[in-house]
């Protein structure tokens, strides 16, 4: 595939409906995760490249894209999914290529970006202000409008569907946006800047300037003309954007991963489950910040579950992404060296059954084979950090009070499911366990961008996805009229 698909040109930003240099004249490579060549440069945006998207996102707002009307917004929302959808094939080959990830999992994505454009765009014309009973003389009323600039920061692990979920929201809204990909995959956010100016976005309504973290992304946290921050990567950074964006009192919102279990009680449908159990841990190469990595589950049904894992995790197998296997490389070698830290954390474990990476994949390439650890006890290092790869432990537990102890028993809490015929448990579960998210009998019941996303704790807070998003996206204003 050439390296100039739909017209982008990946050594560019894209800021006011135009590719333009980046300032620093200097670029960054990016990498094949799968056999360590290099795909192609990306521009190395700074914060004068910031400063000039800032610019055109302000200047979008008091032009053509803030005089549209909602439902305007909206037309073009879903024109934006409708060429998305057309240039499936593209996308999906461009982030397989990008992240490593299985041409399956690619494609999900595209059509999980396509979703979250048709979604905001049915929305964009529903959300409304209310009007309040007040004193005698007063009509009062609130008005829902948008922050402003808003500022994206995404992570390499799902571009498109992370860009779905917090552009499309924001569009939706009639802010402008300024987004940040990541340094290690950013081609589907420059691919979608395009596609976006092609259905007719309005120039400075989204720009993108790929760069480093330090650089480009921390520039637009400290950018005093934007107006709001929506973060999704590591806890750390995380943390480094909420104090930053604090000192110009910009809201964030931030999506950080998490440590997220599922819970195998003694009286669960095992076969139903295995399947949840396993591909809720390697989706991605376990690179998904609700990707279930501690199965906790009843002694009863311990060895039953652990023996059903293993024989899923032996039949794992790992190569190129273009090869369509169940798990593909992690997206870099950095993320390798991570993630066989953890594995080298794990040598008094015992390792329940490992997957296989294919033998004709290239040495170059960042595979991890897929492990599965048993018996872990749940205040293991391997138990309690996010390891971000294909490693799942399992934990013992003896009664429902000590399950719970368990999950609740980490700084994060994302998402959590709950394995039980019993409907008395699933609502005491439901309520009793940290987490933005609950799956009762299954897990992460196939993404749906309807379903408000996010977490507490370690994990993160605000809400992306689903209508709840549009809020976060928006600020509300009282209106006050005295006429007697
Ligand atoms: P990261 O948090 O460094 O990168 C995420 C995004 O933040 C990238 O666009 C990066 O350029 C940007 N960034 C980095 N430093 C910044 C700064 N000072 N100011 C503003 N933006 C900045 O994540 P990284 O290093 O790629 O991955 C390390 C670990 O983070 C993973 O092993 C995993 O545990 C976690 N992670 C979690 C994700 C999630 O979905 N919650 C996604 C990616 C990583
Ligand atoms: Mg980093």
Redesign the pocket.
């Known amino acids: 595939m050439t390296m100039r698909p739909l017209g982008i040109d990946p050594g560019q930003c894209f800021i006011g409906g135009r590719w333009v240099p980046c300032e620093s004249g200097s670029s960054l490579d990016l990498l094949n995760p799968s056999d360590g060549s290099t795909l192609c440069a990306i521009a190395r945006g700074n914060a004068l490249d910031i400063d000039k998207a800032v610019i055109a996102a302000q200047g979008a707002l008091v032009s053509d894209w803030g005089r549209l009307v909602n439902f305007e917004r909206g037309r073009l929302l879903a024109k934006i999914g409708q060429l998305v959808l057309e240039q499936l094939e593209t996308l999906a080959e461009l982030e397989a290529l990008d992240v490593g990830k299985p041409l399956k999992q690619a494609r999900a994505d595209v059509i999980a970006l396509a979703r979250y454009m048709e979604f905001y765009a049915g929305a964009a014309d529903k959300i409304h202000g209310a009007t309040i009973p007040y004193l005698d003389g007063y009509t009062v009323y609130t008005l829902r409008e948008p922050h402003g600039v808003t500022g994206h ?6 571009p498109m569907q992370i860009i779905g979920r917090s552009v499309g929201a924001a569009l939706a809204m009639g802010n402008a946006c300024v987004l ?5 995959a950013c081609l589907t956010a420059l691919a979608f800047a395009q596609i976006a100016d092609d259905a007719g976005l309005p120039a400075g309504a989204l720009n993108v300037v790929p760069g ?3 650089e ?3 520039a ?2 400290a950018h005093p003309g934007v107006h709001h921050i929506s ?8 943390k ?2 909420q104090s ?1 964006a604090g000192a110009n009192v910009v809201p964030v919102t931030l ?3 998490g440590k997220s279990p599922q819970l195998v009680f003694e009286d669960a449908d095992v076969d139903s489950a295995l399947p949840f159990l396993t591909n809720a841990g390697i989706q991605n190469a376990g ?3 609700s990707a279930s990595s501690r199965i906790l589950v009843h002694r009863s049904r311990f060895d039953e579950v652990v023996n059903g894992m293993a024989a899923h995790y032996r039949a794992l197998r790992a190569g190129p992404a273009m090869q369509d296997l169940d798990v593909g490389p992690l997206v870099s070698h950095r ?1 390798k060296e ?1 993630v066989e830290g953890f594995l080298s954390k794990g040598d008094d474990l015992e390792i329940a059954a490992t997957g296989q990476i294919i033998a004709v994949a290239p040495s170059g390439g960042a595979y991890v084979a897929p492990t599965l650890f048993a018996d872990v006890a749940a205040d293991h290092t391997l138990a309690q950090e ?3 790869g294909p490693v799942q432990v399992v934990i013992p537990f003896e009664s429902e009070e000590e399950a719970v102890a368990i999950a609740n028993g980490t700084p994060y809490g994302l998402v959590a499911s709950v394995w039980s015929q019993s409907g008395a448990r699933q609502m005491r579960l439901a309520k009793r366990l940290r987490a933005g998210q609950i799956f009762l009998n299954n897990y992460g019941a196939g993404g749906g961008v309807e379903l408000p996303f996010g977490g507490s704790g370690l994990s993160g807070h605000g809400r992306e996805k689903g209508f709840e998003a549009l809020y976060g996206f928006s600020t509300l204003k009282t209106v006050a009229a005295l006429h007697g």
């Not at 973060?231 to 995380?238: C, L, Q, R």
């Open positions: 920061i995404i992570p390499w692990n799902y940040k990909p990541a340094e290690d480093l973290g330090a480009a992304g921390a637009l946290t973060f999704t990567g590591s806890v750390g950074v995380g480094l954007i930053e999506e950080l991963g690179q998904t910040c993320q991570i996010e390891i971000f």
